[in-house]
C-alpha cells in the first residue's frame, strides 16, 4: 500500500514514515512478531513431534485455535512453515535450526536479537545515558549469544569461502609457504581458513573465547586444514600474541562493539605483534564521513548503544585516525567495508 504524495506540492508528505508503517505488508513490523509469537510458541517442535493440524497444537500447547491457526499460516506464507490441505510440516532445512536443542538452533538467538532495544527500553537509555540496556555482548559469558549464528557456518564453512577468496584478492594477500596469518575474533573462523585451503604451507592462528574456538575447529576439519591451525583462546585484548610474529592480522566485524580508547589499545597490541612488512585488515561497516547515507552501517548505531558499554559506528577516517595513534603509518581503503593497515 504505497502513499501516495501529498496533493499539495509545497507540502510534501510524510512517505518515508508511512511506507515504513503500511507501505508493504512484507515489512518486518509484521513478520518479526509473528516470528517471535511462533518461537515461543514452539510450533517447531510441536509438529515435528507429530502434532501436525492447528486444533492439534490448540490442544496440547493449550492455545487459542484462531489465533494458532493464524499464526500457522503466517509463518506458512513466510515459508518457515508448509502446509497440504490442513497439516503443517517442516521445511527440510528447519530441524536444524527451529528444534530446541539442535546445535545451531537458532531460536534462542533470533529472540534475543528481537530483543536487542528491551522491547521499547532505547528511549529511556538514551535519555539516561544508560548503556547496555540488557546484557553487554562484549563480555566472555555473552559468547553463548554468538554461537548458535556461528555454528550455522561452522556446519557447511564451504558455503562462506567464497566471499572470502574474493576478500583476499581484493586485498591482494596471496596465500604462499609459511604466511602467518592471525584471525583475532574470529567466529567460525572462516575468513582465515580460507587462505589456508589455498596453500597448504599458510599457518593460521585463531582467537577468539574457547566455546567459538571449538566451533572455527570444526569448520577447520571440514575444511581440511585443521593441522595448519594454531588456537589463541582467550580475550584479544589480553592473549599473548609475541612480537613480530604474523604477516596478516584480521579484525572482522568485532571492531565496533569497541570505543575508540580500547582500539587504540588492540590496534598498538596488534601492530607490535606484526613483522615489519606486516599488514592489519579490519572488515567493519563503515559510515560515510557525514553519517547520512550508509544505512547499512549507520543503522547500527542505536544498536550499538543498546548492547555495548562503548560501541559505534566508525567512518573510513575515524579508523585511519586510530591506527595512526596506534603507529600504523599507511591505512588505505580497500572495499566499502574493508581498510588495511601497514606496519611500517
Ligand atoms: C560478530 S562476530 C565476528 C566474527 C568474525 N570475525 C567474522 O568476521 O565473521 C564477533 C566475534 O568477536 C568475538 N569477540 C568479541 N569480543 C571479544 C573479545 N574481547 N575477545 C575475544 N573474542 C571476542 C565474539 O566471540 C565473536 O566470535
Known amino acids: 500500500m504505497p502513499t501516495q504524495g501529498a496533493k499539495n506540492p509545497d507540502l510534501p508528505g510524510p512517505d518515508p514514515l508511512m511506507d515504513l508503517l503500511l507501505g508493504n505488508v512484507e515489512t518486518p513490523m509484521l513478520k518479526l512478531p509473528i516470528l517471535r509469537a511462533g518461537l515461543e510458541l514452539q510450533v517447531w517442535d510441536k509438529i515435528a513431534s507429530g502434532h501436525n ?3 492439534e497444537i490448540a490442544a496440547i500447547a493449550p492455545c487459542d485455535a484462531t489465533g494458532i491457526r493464524q ?12 502446509k497440504t490441505g490442513d497439516e503443517y510440516e517442516l521445511p527440510a532445512w528447519a530441524p536444524h535450526y527451529l528444534i530446541p536443542g539442535r546445535p545451531a538452533y537458532l531460536g534462542d538467538f533470533v529472540l534475543d536479537w528481537l530483543a536487542w532495544e ?5 528511549a529511556e537509555a538514551i535519555r539516561l545515558g544508560k548503556r547496555p540496556i540488557r546484557s553487554d555482548c562484549t563480555r566472555g559469558d555473552m559468547v553463548d549469544h554468538f554461537l548458535p549464528f556461528y555454528a550455522v557456518r561452522a556446519m557447511a564453512p564451504q558455503r ?11 586485498l591482494r594477500i596471496e596465500p604462499r609457504e609459511g ?11 572462516i575468513a582465515a581458513l580460507a587462505l589456508a585451503r589455498q596453500h597448504p604451507g599458510v599457518q593460521v592462528f585463531l582467537q577468539d573465547w574457547p566455546p567459538m574456538l571449538e566451533l572455527a575447529m570444526e569448520a577447520a576439519r571440514k ?15 589480553s592473549v599473548d600474541y609475541g612480537d613480530r610474529m604474523f604477516d ?4 572482522g566485524y568485532v571492531t565496533y562493539f569497541y570505543d575508540s580508547g580500547y582500539l587504540v589499545h588492540l590496534f598498538t597490541r596488534l601492530r607490535k605483534c606484526l ?5 592489519l585488515v579490519v572488515e567493519a561497516p563503515l559510515a560515510d564521513e557525514g553519517r547520512r547515507d550508509r544505512e547499512d552501517a549507520v543503522l547500527d548505531g542505536p544498536w550499538l548503544f543498546a548492547i555495548s558499554p562503548g560501541g559505534d559506528v566508525y567512518s573510513y577516517s575515524d579508523y585511519e585516525s586510530m591506527l595512526r595513534d596506534a603507529g600504523f603509518t599507511r591505512v588505505t581503503r580497500a572495499g566499502e567495508d574493508l581498510l588495511k593497515a601497514s606496519r611500517s
Open 179 to 189: 604466511l602467518r596469518v592471525l584471525d583475532v575474533a574470529c567466529g567460525a573462523g
Open 71 to 82: 499464526l500457522l499460516d503466517a509463518l506458512t506464507v513466510m515459508k518457515l512453515l508448509e
Open 275 to 279: 613483522a615489519p612488512a606486516g599488514v
Open 160 to 170: 562462506y569461502l567464497e566471499r572470502h577468496d574474493t576478500c583476499w584478492q581484493t
Open 53 to 55: 493440524t492447528a486444533r
Open 118 to 122: 528491551g522491547h521499547g527500553q532505547l
Open 248 to 251: 596478516v592480522a584480521r579484525l
Open 223 to 237: 575444511l581440511g586444514v585443521d593441522r595448519q591451525v594454531t588456537r589463541l583462546p582467550g580475550d584479544m585484548a
